[in-house]
T-cell receptor
Framework: EVQLVESGGVVVQPGGSLRLSCAASGFNFNDYIIHWVRQVPGKGLEWVSLINWDSSTTFYADSVKGRFTISRDNGKTSVYLQMNSLKTEDSALYYC???????????GGQGTMVTVSS | DIQMTQSPASLSASVGDGVTITCRAS??????LSWYQQKPGEAPKLLIYGVSSLQIGVPSKFTGSGSGTDFTLTISSLQPEDFATYYCQQSYRVPYTFGQGTRVEI
């Protein structure tokens, strides 16, 4: 069974830093691109970042570029999102998702909540 | 960035009805178009990928169609569990963008 479990979401002050983790299991982790997607409660979905199988390719949404860094550890079947210089508008539920056929997001976790507030 | 525009933003329907949601891309996304269902308090769930391919375990009442820039999701014979918000998404070009969502309510 494919599982992705996010963790690390907390309340943090503006300007602060946070690292989210995503632990994956149930599939050949090394073969897949992993993404982070976020959602403000009650609002729509926003793609945040992706990392390819060997970490040679990463992309970021303009809204987080230069502040967030995605990484992965294939030995630990985990993906991370280092979030720096956090803004109130970064407050959201962050989902870790696996890319499948036609680059669709075929499996994801239940999300971890990040709240940026003073 | 490719903009994805869904319509309508919300719709009301009854159990047993069929509904159609449309999604328009600001430029061609080839066949890299997916649909997701999200219920309150739950993570989004993939329904359809590659315009019209049904994700494993998704009932055939969900049908996707379209090409290039114009796509539709059709749901036949609505059941109580189908009342949710539906999103389209393009994965043709980074940043992968979503439509704003269509809320299907009773």
């Amino acid at each position: 069974e494919v599982q992705l479990v996010e963790s690390g979401g907390v309340v943090v002050q503006p300007g602060g830093s946070l690292r989210l983790s995503c632990a994956a299991s149930g599939f050949n982790f090394n073969d897949y691109i992993i993404h982070w997607v976020r959602q403000v409660p009650g609002k729509g979905l926003e793609w945040v970042s992706l990392i390819n199988w060997d970490s040679s390719t990463t992309f970021y949404a303009d809204s987080v570029k230069g502040r967030f860094t995605i990484s992965r550890d294939n030995g630990k079947t985990s993906v991370y999102l280092q979030m720096n210089s956090l803004k109130t508008e970064d407050s959201a539920l962050y989902y870790c998702v696996k890319e499948g056929s036609y680059s669709a997001f075929d499996f994801g976790g239940q999300g971890t909540m990040v709240t940026v507030s003073s | 960035d490719i903009q994805m525009t869904q319509s309508p933003a919300s719709l009301s329907a009854s159990v047993g009805d069929g509904v159609t949601i449309t999604c328009r891309a600001s430029q061609s996304v080839s066949t890299y178009l997916s649909w997701y269902q999200q219920k309150p308090g739950e993570a989004p769930k993939l329904l359809i990928y590659g315009v019209s391919s049904l994700q494993i375990g998704v009932p055939s009442k969900f049908t996707g169609s379209g090409s290039g820039t114009d796509f539709t999701l059709t749901i036949s014979s609505l059941q109580p569990e189908d009342f949710a918000t539906y999103y389209c998404q393009q994965s043709y070009r980074v940043p992968y963008t979503f439509g704003q969502g269509t809320r299907v309510e009773i």
